[in-house]
């Protein structure tokens, strides 16, 4: 038996607007809330890469080395193509803001997994130079993205600020690193903490949208913002 859909999407900026169609018109099949997958794609991925950052895990952060080639295969299965499916199904739903996340999200990751695999290996001594402008332009994109989601809910806007939060603190970081062949520093283990914080938030996000439409009522609210 399918679960009854609760009101009101947490990613929802762009409903599709009000038919004037009969109600017979309108039965059909209609997809569920792909909401929720692409938000755990992404709570999960950046939870084991923040594992890392901070060095909590692993010796050290080396690029192609230690347990990235392992958070690389995550990267490109769930973040990467499991999240990007999710956006396309956003698109489907007639979410604009949610397309435009997972999709751009999802292909972050699988481009993460290509620096990993390629660029870190064949030009070491540029790697940080070049993370240093990836993460300064995704963290461009998500402080837009979070000005968005100011009309979602509280729940998905703040994953938004701390992920722009974490973006930036890592791009500093890393540029810090440009040059040098350096496992890691101070910068980066707090991008870290911060990224640690952001797949928590996220994590409680999804899973807010599914168990509150699983039972039909709101048991973990992701406070909706006005419109």
């Known amino acids: 038996m399918e679960a009854a859909r609760v009101p009101g999407r947490e990613a929802d900026v762009a409903p599709a607007p009000p038919t004037t169609e009969p109600a017979a018109a309108r039965v059909g099949w209609s997809p569920a809330d792909p909401g929720p997958l692409g938000l755990a ?5 950046t939870f084991v890469l923040s594992l890392i950052n901070t060095g909590l895990v692993g010796t050290q952060h080396v690029p192609g080395g230690g ?16 999240q990007f499916a999710a956006g396309i199904w956003e698109f489907r739903t007639g979410n604009t ?35 240093g402008l990836y993460l300064w332009m995704w963290g461009i994109f998500t402080a837009y ?13 703040a994953v938004f600020l701390l992920l722009t939060i974490t973006f930036i603190i890592l791009g500093i970081g890393n540029s810090a690193l440009a040059g040098t062949r350096s496992a890691t520093n101070g910068t980066i283990k707090l991008g870290g903490w911060v990224g640690l914080a952001t797949a928590i938030v996220a994590w409680y996000a999804s ?21």
Not at 41 to 45: I, R, S, Y
Not at 67 to 82: E, F, N, S
Not at 145 to 157: D, E, G, K, P
């Open 41 to 45: 794609a992404f709570a999960g991925t």
């Open 207 to 227: 899973f807010a949208a599914v168990i509150n439409s699983t039972f039909g009522r709101v048991l973990m609210p992701v406070v909706p913002l006005r419109r």
């Open 145 to 157: 993205m979070f000005i968005a989601s100011l009309r979602t809910t509280a729940a998905v806007a």
């Open 97 to 131: 803001f949610g397309a435009v996340a997972f999709c751009s999200f999802g292909m972050f990751w699988v481009s993460l997994y290509f620096v990993v695999h390629s660029v870190a290996q064949n030009v070491p001594t540029e790697v940080f130079s070049g993370l």
């Open 67 to 82: 347990l990235l080639p392992m958070v690389a295969a995550l990267a490109l299965a769930y973040g990467g193509i499991a």
